[in-house]
């Protein structure tokens, strides 16, 4: 099966590789780590993204611990940089050792390195991998009697990646239930012991509620839609703007707004009707953003649950997506949002759009009562509350 092959792979690169950790082990010792610390997290970035978000009310939500946060992976901005602090954790950016290809050995030796920290700490402790690929050929190293758990967010080249280090994690926590049914068949497709099956736990992300919340309202006016993330190829970008130059066309009034920088993914001038705003960290901002804006498109191919449908429902944003990820579980046709059809035909998810704004445009009464569900399902079901105490019970878990 395919899970063992990857399994005796793994074993012969620790052989190979020792060498390095040993001589980490060694490093250690003449600098070793200067306080004691309760949760290792490694997170690979802190750069601005829906994932490195949830890494930072994580961080928070570990507040009453005494926790030290490395990063991994060369950020491309230091957007949620000050989240991170204002956690009150010691932060260690080992990017420049671990990202660097020129010089991979160092990666190797900084296994020997972070997992000689680890292991050498007294008292109860335990390891916090937010999808770091370091983290994971770190595992391997970690004493066993130290709880490791790992974070996954969607289905993706982690779901693969974790495989030869899966045994090394006494929990995994997944965010959208789609996306557990996707691992675990995947799990069975690789011969996966079903052992593994139960220790998956489900965690929905949460967010910080906006106090006041008007409905949506619609006269005829503009149609403001928005687009709210970076530029990865997953997103597709360009059928958000393709979609807004099809509304032009059918004679519909719409705005399309993108907040985050898109520079990667949409090419030339601005159109007539496109508004960019570029990385935003500002709270009051992106609520004012969000608050101007009638309908969130998400066209991505693939999610889990992405937390700017949860920021946008909060403040009554209609939502057209595609049926990806946990979207379907918590959009209801018609009475929260609108699914596309399909996800794959670039172009009828642009015709259906038009078809759904029209609709929209049509009806305001229509308009108004999804905005009002919205806050509404926004208010039961993704406020913080519920999230921090899943994640401190998690923690207290492993270390009262």
């Not at 990063?71 to 009150?88: C, E, I």
């Amino acid at each position: 099966m395919v899970y063992t092959l990857l399994i005796w792979k793994r074993r012969i690169e620790d052989i190979l590789i020792y060498p390095f950790i040993w001589w980490g082990n060694i490093l250690s010792r003449r600098k070793p780590l200067s306080d004691n610390y309760e949760i290792f997290f490694f997170f690979p970035f802190y750069h601005i993204g829906g994932a490195e978000k949830v890494h930072t009310l994580i961080s928070a939500a570990a507040g009453g611990r005494k926790a030290i946060i490395f990063f991994t992976r060369k950020s491309g901005n230091d957007f949620f940089l000050q989240d991170f602090v204002s956690a009150g954790h010691k932060i260690i950016d080992l990017s420049s050792y671990t990202d660097n290809k020129l010089k991979y050995w160092n990666n190797l030796v900084y296994r020997g390195i972070i997992s000689a920290y680890i292991n050498q700490q007294p008292g109860k402790k335990m390891v916090f991998n937010g999808q770091s690929n370091f983290g994971y050929k770190l595992s391997r190293w970690i004493k066993p009697e130290i709880p490791q758990v790992e974070l996954i967010h969607s289905f993706g080249s982690f779901s693969y990646i974790r495989i030869p280090f899966i045994e090394f994690y006494r929990e995994t926590i997944m965010i959208s239930k789609t996306r557990i049914l996707d691992h675990l068949n995947l799990y069975k497709n690789y011969g996966i012991p079903v052992v593994y099956n139960d220790r998956i736990t489900y965690i929905l992300n949460g967010i910080p509620l906006p106090e006041q919340v008007s409905d949506k309202s619609q006269n005829g006016k503009e149609l403001r839609l928005l687009y709210a993330g970076r530029d990865t190829p997953e997103k597709r970008v360009h059928i958000v703007r393709a979609i807004g130059q099809a509304c032009l066309k059918a004679g519909l009034p719409v705005s399309v707004q993108f907040m985050g920088d898109v520079s990667g993914a949409l090419k030339g001038l601005a159109h007539s009707n496109e508004i960019f705003y570029g990385n935003i960290s500002d709270p009051e901002r992106i609520h004012g953003i969000y608050e101007n804006t009638d309908i969130l498109l998400i066209t991505s191919g693939e999610e889990g649950f992405p937390m700017v449908v949860m920021e946008a429902m909060a403040r009554g944003c209609i939502i057209l997506a595609t049926p990806v990820g946990d979207l379907s579980v918590h959009i209801m046709q018609g009475i929260n949002g609108f699914l596309f059809s399909q996800i794959s035909d670039e172009q009828k998810i642009i015709r259906e759009a038009v078809e759904i704004i029209n609709k929209l445009q049509s009806d305001p009464s229509l308009l108004m009562a999804i905005s009002s569900a919205n806050i509404k399902y926004a208010r039961e079901h993704f406020g913080l509350v519920s999230f921090e105490k899943h994640y401190q019970k998690l923690f207290d878990k492993y270390l009262s």
